[in-house]
């Protein structure tokens, strides 16, 4: 890869949202490592096996996974010059978001009604902050797209390229991978 | 060097927006000279404030059983002195001066992302605020030491809104300086001019790059680990709290493994201003340009892995401590490349001792002394006997202010004209330099045998033992002297401003692109970049008939 000046490979924008991802993924790794430190140090009160849903959490999963795709349309549409299509992905993206974040909200509010909280235990405080930290990531995303969506409607990127559309899309990918460790780490670590 | 060339006197003292003068056009500036100068000026404030909170502590100290200030005071001083001096003063200042010559030195327009420069500077202000803020509430500042250990920092032990502002400063100031990381990469990647490659890069900008992967790399460590505590306080989450389940050991790992790295982030910008200064005022190239790059990325990366020999009292085990004491010293060999080359840079140089490269030649020596104390404490038994005493206060006050701070100097006195367009005094720079020798030395020597006779760190007053008072009383004399030198140094910079010898673009004949526009730079940097072919731009220009290869 050749760092000179006119012969970038890659632009300033998605440069900085790639570095940025760097620094965020070493972020998510620290209060993973929390979660892990702490995971078999929980003798009593709840527990990721105890008061889990595996199964459910899973089908809303999908629901982040599928988000993935749909905006890797968008950016194929981008490039296709498919302004329509463009806007159709987005909205499907933020959609699938919404709904992934209307399931963690489904699942806190349980764990809350049966009194666990974050300052119930080490795993509930572990818990609570790792998948809340990438709750507000998923907002920050759907904040983003909804930016994204509102200039799509009104007129902006006619393609074929956007450096918009394509950092936020490395962003949300970035959420995507975070929500793959974290599911792995807290529900199949417990339960397989 | 000594003849300044005769130019037009000054009429614009400092980079502004010409159609509308005011303070609007600085707090609203995105440009990187001006938010690069504002940094300097902030960084200044902080300073003074974090001198007189030393000074304080000083004069407590300077006899047993004093009775100045209470043990309460004392302990909020220490905090306060330690978390303004490396988050509030070096690390701002290092990154502020970046943010001022990284564009000039690569001949670039701005800094890759300007509203986010002008966002990582304002986060440092809020920072800042927020941590000085906390003197107004009920029960002061914070009192927990710079480090805030657990559980000793959490609500149970400290009920006071201390901790909670410290964290909540040092979380928006932190969030700021991954900002002008990111910044400062995209920059130095993207928007180099043409024919300056990474080899012919200047290595106060190689420096800079380094420093900012080890931004966007550490910082996030400490940021979670400000979260964490900030839950444990507010939310009553537990994760650094024993009595019910957490682990204090946890946040002593996330705070070094952020903690140690973070003093190459101190030092590596110094090693460049360094690197700039050695060579121009020797009248010849850097010795080994690929050494002093490459021994940066090395330490770069053993930094990541030395956190634990600040952890050698927890007793973590042989295996673990035998571990971080060979990889601590093995970071001497890269420092010890860097300090060779230094000196081989000025061997048969003709050295030309104005007061920057005073400051660098006394830079090398107390870093030197600083770096020495630091081998022997990387290993543990020696640290088992140190640990918390005078001796460690001794160690790094010889690093971060023998080394940053001394670098720091040489830098504002080395950059100054080309920021104001006016010389400072060289007569009160020297005076400023033997001062802050002096003072420095007698302030900080003595704490390795104040250290090594058993005074431990952060106490508000000690027993009247052999010895003890009067070393403590030559330190306490030692820093006034610092003081008198800093109130020196204040003046030299306000009188230069106003009255000094008009600069000219070049005056230290240097050779790179900075010194290539007008002092100060116009708005827009550069109205033509000179081509660059070599690693010294300038002498080529100055020299056709044998440019550098």
């Known amino acids: 890869m050749r760092f000179n000046a006119r012969n970038t490979y890659m632009n300033k924008n998605k440069m900085l949202v790639s570095f940025f991802i760097v620094s965020e993924s070493i972020f998510f790794l620290m209060l993973i490592l929390a979660y892990v430190n702490f995971h078999r140090s929980v003798t009593d009160g709840p527990t990721a096996e105890n008061s889990l849903n595996p199964i459910k959490t899973g089908i809303f999963s999908l629901f982040l996974l599928a988000s993935s795709l749909t905006i890797w349309f968008a950016g194929k549409s981008l490039q296709r010059k498919n302004h329509f299509m463009l806007c159709i992905w987005l909205l499907l993206t933020i959609l699938l978001g919404v709904t992934f974040l209307f399931g963690q909200g489904l699942e806190w509010v349980g764990l809350i009604k049966q009194d666990i909280t974050i300052n119930r235990n080490v795993f509930g405080t572990t818990f609570f902050t790792l998948t809340g930290f990438h709750g507000f990531h998923v907002t920050v995303g759907l904040i983003m797209l909804l930016i994204l969506l509102g200039l799509a409607i009104a007129g902006d990127f006619r393609g074929p390229e956007s450096d918009a559309v394509e950092s936020v899309s490395i962003y949300w990918h970035f959420v995507d991978g975070v929500w793959i460790v974290v599911f792995s780490v807290i529900y199949l670590w417990a339960f397989v | ?549």
């Open chain 2, 1 to 549: 060097m000594s003849r300044i060339p005769l130019v037009p006197e000054i009429t614009e003292p400092l980079p502004s927006i010409r159609e509308s003068e005011g303070l609007l056009t600085w707090v609203a500036s995105i440009d990187h000279k001006q938010i690069g100068i504002m940094y300097l000026i902030a960084t200044l404030f902080f300073f003074l404030v974090g001198g007189i909170e030393a000074l304080l502590m000083r004069i407590q100290l300077i006899r047993p059983e004093n009775d100045f200030i209470s043990p309460e005071v004392f302990n909020q001083l220490f905090t306060m002195h330690g978390t303004t001096m490396i988050f509030f003063v070096v690390m701002p200042f290092l990154i502020g001066i970046g943010v001022y010559l990284v564009p000039l030195m690569i001949g670039a327009r701005d800094m890759a992302f300007p509203r986010l420069n002008a966002l990582s500077y304002w986060l440092f202000v809020l920072g800042g605020l927020l941590l000085y803020f906390s003197f107004f509430t009920q029960s002061g500042a914070p009192d927990v030491g710079w480090f805030a250990y657990t559980p000793l920092s959490e609500k149970p032990f400290t009920l006071n809104k201390g901790p909670t502002y410290w964290a909540l400063g040092l979380l928006a100031t932190g969030i700021g300086s991954v900002a002008s990381g990111l910044n400062n990469i995209v920059t130095i990647i993207t928007l180099r001019t043409p024919g300056l490659t990474m080899r012919r890069l200047p290595l106060f900008v190689w420096m800079i790059l380094v420093t900012s992967f080890l931004l966007i790399f550490v910082m996030p460590i400490i940021t979670s680990a400000f979260a964490m505590l900030l839950l444990d306080r507010l939310l009553g989450a537990t994760f650094f709290m024993p009595a019910t389940g957490g682990s204090a050991i946890l946040y002593q790992h996330f705070f070094w493994g952020f903690g140690h790295p973070e003093v190459y982030i101190l030092i590596l910008p110094a090693f460049g201003i360094i690197s700039e200064v050695i060579p121009v005022f020797s009248r010849k190239p850097i010795y080994g340009y690929e050494f002093v790059a490459g021994s940066t990325v090395a330490i770069g990366l053993l930094s990541l892995g030395v956190w634990a020999h600040h952890m050698f009292a927890v007793g973590l085990g042989n295996v673990f401590n035998a571990f971080f004491a060979i990889a601590s010293m093995l970071i001497a060999i890269p420092t010890g490349i860097k300090v060779l080359n230094w000196t081989a840079t000025m061997w048969g140089g003709k050295i030309h001792f104005a007061t920057p490269m005073l400051f660098a030649v006394a830079f090398l020596i107390e870093f030197v002394v600083g770096g020495l104390s630091g081998v022997a404490i990387a290993s543990p038994p020696i640290d088992w006997q140190a640990t918390d005493t005078y001796f460690i206060v001794a160690h790094f006050h010889y690093t971060l202010f023998g080394g940053s701070l001394f670098a720091i100097f040489a830098g504002v006195y080395y950059w100054f004209p080309k920021m104001s367009g006016r010389m400072p005094s060289e007569r009160l720079g020297r005076w400023h330099f033997w001062l802050t020798v002096i003072g420095f030395n007698l302030t900080f020597l003595v704490q390795h045998l104040i250290g090594l006779m058993g005074m431990p760190r952060r106490v508000y007053t000690y027993h009247d033992l052999p010895y003890w008072g009067d070393m403590n009383l030559i330190s306490t004399v030692g820093s006034l002297i610092l003081g008198l030198s800093v109130i020196i140094f204040v003046w030299n910079i306000i009188t230069s401003l106003r009255s000094g010898m008009p600069a000219g673009n070049n005056p230290w004949k240097a050779w790179t692109l900075e010194w290539a526009t007008t002092s100060p730079p116009p708005v827009h940097n550069f109205d033509l970049v000179p081509p660059v072919n070599s690693r010294r731009p300038l002498w080529d220009l100055a020299h056709p008939d044998m440019p550098d290869k």
